[in-house]
């Protein structure tokens, strides 16, 4: 599958399909229902969150034929030309690529024409932080005495660095970063409409992985589908993001728990001959033991094997080994000290926690 299918593929193409932005779509939609139109966006968020996104879906309420409206139909004339990138009285504009003076100047004059054939003649800036100080006045010109059928949406990874006079003439909406869980349910709903079989636990690492992102989580995806061919299972996928699996890390805890330094530092070793990333098996141990702290707290269910101390310390070492893991010569190196560590930080004083076998080896 070619790369970002996927994501052009599920572009949101109505407000129910966009992920993750409840209070931004309420506000649109109320926008549009009541005909309370602003002349100026602004959109502003991580890379790949789906800024332009979202206001190319904007530019299709506003634009089209049954509009405007918040469910553009997709098959007028506008929507068809909006959705293949040929819509006459949408104007887009990378700032990243496009910073001369002159062509936001000319973009601004041909804004004075009114729409070739639609409602409003909408101009989208992406990056529009990277225009020029020329091109910022030409662009305030426009803003302060904006033509009544002209809309401008703008979209920035760094609103700071836009002139106040800028955006205090918009209405600047800020979009969060998207939970995993969010991007977990988005990725199983196209994996069922693709007829492609998953693991949730599965998908949940892809979508911690795409850290907000919803871009970057859908060609991670894309890559997962090609790899794992068409069946999509925790193991194959930490497989592919060198992520310890999480029986490693069972493993690690229990030899732990044994006092067995040599189980555990065996596994430490062919963890490292798989190339993972110890700074996500350390993640991975902490998640283990926030599950069994949680597990315990709620339950009030101690298990023999582990206190409810123990658990505190070990979770405490292991978060500051997260800094020292940084600072060592090597991950592995850096990992392998953790672990001895912890094997040396055994509770001697709570006798009940520990096995008789284990005893004995103290
Ligand atoms: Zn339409």
Aim: aromatic share 6%.
């Amino acid at each position: 599958m070619p790369s970002h299918v996927l994501a052009r593929k599920w572009r949101p193409q109505s407000f129910i399909e966009v992920i993750g932005q409840p209070a931004i779509v309420q506000a649109l939609t109320h926008a549009l229902e009541s005909g309370r139109l602003h002349h100026a966006y602004l959109f502003s968020g991580t890379r790949g969150i789906g800024k332009t996104s979202l206001a190319r879906l904007l530019a299709k309420c506003l634009s089209c034929e049954q509009g405007p409206t918040v469910t553009p139909c997709g098959h007028c004339n506008p929507c068809l030309a909006i959705a293949q990138g040929n819509y006459l009285d949408l104007l887009e504009i990378d700032a990243a690529s496009r910073t001369k003076v002159e062509d936001t100047r000319e973009l601004l004059e041909s804004v004075q024409y009114p729409p070739i054939m639609g409602r409003y003649k909408i101009i989208l800036i992406d990056e529009v932080h990277m225009l020029s100080g020329h091109s910022f006045n030409a662009l305030l010109k426009t803003l302060e005495e904006p033509p009544k059928h002209v809309i401008f949406l703008l979209a920035t990874t760094e609103p700071e660095k836009l002139p106040n006079t800028v955006l205090s003439r918009c209405l600047h909406f800020t979009l969060k970063p998207l939970s995993s869980e969010a991007l977990s349910h988005h990725f199983s709903h196209i994996l069922q409409q693709e007829n492609i079989v998953f693991e949730p636990n599965a998908l949940a690492l892809i979508a911690k992985s795409a850290r907000g992102s919803v871009r970057d989580g859908l060609s991670l995806l894309e890559r997962c589908i090609a790899f794992c061919d068409d069946n999509i299972t925790v193991d194959k996928i930490s497989e592919l993001l060198g992520l310890a699996d999480s029986h490693s890390v069972q493993l690690l805890l229990d030899a732990l728990l044994q006092n067995d330094a040599v189980s555990g530092l065996t596994v430490i070793r062919q963890l490292a001959e798989k190339g993972v990333d110890f700074s996500e098996v350390l993640e991975a141990f902490m998640t283990l033991l926030h599950q069994l702290a949680l597990q315990q707290a709620l339950e009030k269910n101690n298990s023999a094997a582990m206190s409810p101390e123990r658990i505190q310390l070990y979770y405490q070492i292991a978060l500051m080994g997260r800094r020292d893991l940084a600072l060592a010569p090597d991950q592995q190196m850096g990992f392998e000290m953790l672990y001895i560590r912890l094997l040396a930080f055994q509770p001697w004083q709570d006798d009940s926690d520990i096995s008789p076998t284990v005893k004995k080896n103290f």
